[in-house]
């Protein structure tokens, strides 16, 4: 018997990631997943929930009410449209670790969470939590910024530096976009510290080709001479890309992307939710 995809998505009941479960469920529907709705316990997110309401005394209570309103409208939406089932659980323990734990325990294959925008957190535009989350889990995680709601997306871009691994990982952005009817930009931003000519790049591009069994690709090569991220936030700008797609074998290019000087110039990427693969 073939496991059913498992969609762990963390919640914290804000307007960010109720966003972000909307993605889950869409998600869900098509990979014909179990999705789990997770919060991890916060006494101040308590305070803030439950204030003015008298009958908030027992916090446990009214944060399990909260989670099960939101089963039952993700179940009543989406369990007729292919998703498999739909719960929630609380866990206590430190927000990070928990989440990250959780999705070991459980054999997750995707996790979707919602990030709040650089106004709100001053390390980095995807947020503290969000952004541990994405350094440290084993697994495939989609960000969802703040204000961003689901729409079919049109346009998926990939951005590679034909590293071994895309061969494999392609592979999941394919499954992905075929599910939508999605066209794939595959792009690779090149600057002074690393150019790749044209010659060298359709050789690259022959090499990928046949892990590609998908119509809807486009290859693109684009020279910037700045960082790599600023190219990659242009492209996404002129091509309307509807999510940003990466394969992050190292910590280090998560770093490189999102370093705290670069982020307050891509305010771009703040709109577009931006899927890390983590193994192919």
């Not at 972000?20 to 006494?43: N, R, S, T, W």
């Not at 889990?137 to 709601?149: C, F, H, K, Q, S």
Request: hydrophobic share 40%.
């Amino acid at each position: 018997m073939v496991n059913s995809f498992r969609i762990l998505c963390p919640t914290d009941f804000s307007e960010c990631s109720l966003n972000a479960i909307e993605y889950a469920a869409k998600l869900g529907e098509q990979y014909q997943a179990e999705l789990i709705l997770f919060h991890v316990p916060d006494k101040e997110d308590y305070q803030k929930l439950s204030a003015g309401d008298a009958t908030a005394n027992d916090q446990y209570a009214f944060i399990n009410k909260k989670l099960d309103n939101l089963v039952n409208t993700v179940s009543e939406e989406s369990l007729s449209k292919g998703l498999k089932s739909c719960k929630g659980i609380v866990k206590e323990g430190k927000t990070v670790k928990t989440i990250l734990e959780f999705a070991i325990d459980i054999q997750a294959d995707l996790i979707i969470m919602g990030t709040e925008g650089i106004n709100e957190f001053k390390q980095n535009y995807v947020g503290t939590r969000s952004s541990k989350v994405v350094e440290n889990a084993d697994i495939d995680v989609l960000i969802v910024p703040r204000r961003v709601y689901f729409k079919v997306p049109r346009k998926l871009v990939y951005a590679t530096d034909y590293l071994e691994e895309d061969k494999i990982a392609i592979q999941k952005v394919v499954e992905l976009a075929k599910f939508f009817e999605s066209e794939i930009d595959i792009v690779h931003v090149s600057s002074k510290e690393r150019t790749i000519d044209k010659a060298l790049h359709q050789s690259m591009i022959q090499e990928m080709e046949p892990f590609i069994k998908y119509d809807k690709v486009n290859f693109v090569l684009k020279s910037y001479r700045d960082e790599p991220a600023l190219g990659l936030e242009n492209y996404l700008i002129t091509a309307k890309g509807d999510i940003l797609v990466t394969l992050s074998k190292k910590k280090s290019w998560f770093e490189q992307i999102f370093t705290n000087n670069l982020s307050r110039k891509m305010s771009y990427f703040i709109n577009k939710p931006l899927m890390v693969l983590k193994r192919g």
